[in-house]
């Protein structure tokens, strides 16, 4: 039974996508605690740092309007935390701006899902934890061995799995282009990420001029 539930599990149709990879984690994990199996502990932490590039990917995609051409993608791929890079260089202030675009949706009475505002830097710490279980385990007795070192590398799967879960659930990720905002929304824009006024200012603006995107 439990080896027919591993093999349909490890042998899924796969899918490019961050929340196939999370679920997928989050599948694995459950076999290597039934089992107490260290290789699929350390094959959930792969799926899950899959998960969390596929998200930056993911991302960027949105930054770039759905398309990005192939010497970025390369680029990005040659680099170890590439994408997440390429957020930074292509979208500086990404949190920010995912913020005002929340504020956005908010104040769209039609809208049916919220937008997520991914943490990045929480992002980059779940990836560097689960990336310690993806290289080679070096001394068993500080790693295979370790009965804390399992049981840490369980917790560390399920945070990340609980913090898809909770942004993702009736989320969506999305990102308004400066570019092509309205004029009074984009100077709210521009007051709000020079940080000279919060949320419930912009909130209070917005209402006024209700800001959409041009045709």
């Not at 199996?37 to 932490?45: D, K, T």
């Not at 930074?88 to 997520?116: G, M, S, W």
């Not at 001394?139 to 370790?146: F, M, N, Y």
């Amino acid at each position: 039974m439990f080896r027919k539930q591993l093999e349909d599990t490890l042998c899924r149709e796969r899918i490019c996508e961050s929340d196939w990879l999370i679920l997928q984690a989050r599948d694995i994990a459950e076999l290597a605690r039934q089992t107490s199996n260290p290789s699929l502990l350390v094959f959930s932490c792969l799926e899950a740092r899959n998960a969390v590039e596929q998200l930056w990917f993911e991302l960027l995609m949105v930054i770039y309007g759905g398309s990005m051409e192939r010497d970025l993608f390369n680029k990005c791929k040659k680099r170890r935390d590439g994408f997440l890079a390429a957020i930074h260089e292509a979208e500086p202030q990404y949190r920010l701006l995912a913020q005002f675009t929340a504020l956005c949706i908010k104040l769209d009475a039609k809208a049916t899902f919220k937008v997520i505002v991914w943490d990045l830097k929480r992002l980059k710490k779940l990836w560097q934890s689960l990336s310690g279980y993806c290289h080679a385990q070096a001394s068993p007795t500080e790693t295979l061995h370790d009965l804390n070192w399992f049981s840490e590398g369980l917790s560390l799967i399920d945070e990340t799995f609980q913090y898809f879960k909770s942004q993702m659930t009736e989320g969506a990720t999305s990102l308004l282009s400066p570019d092509r905002m309205i004029p009074e929304a984009r100077m709210i824009w521009e007051d709000f990420s020079a940080h000279r006024i919060n949320e419930e200012q912009v909130l209070i603006r917005l209402k006024i001029v209700q800001p959409a995107r041009r045709a």
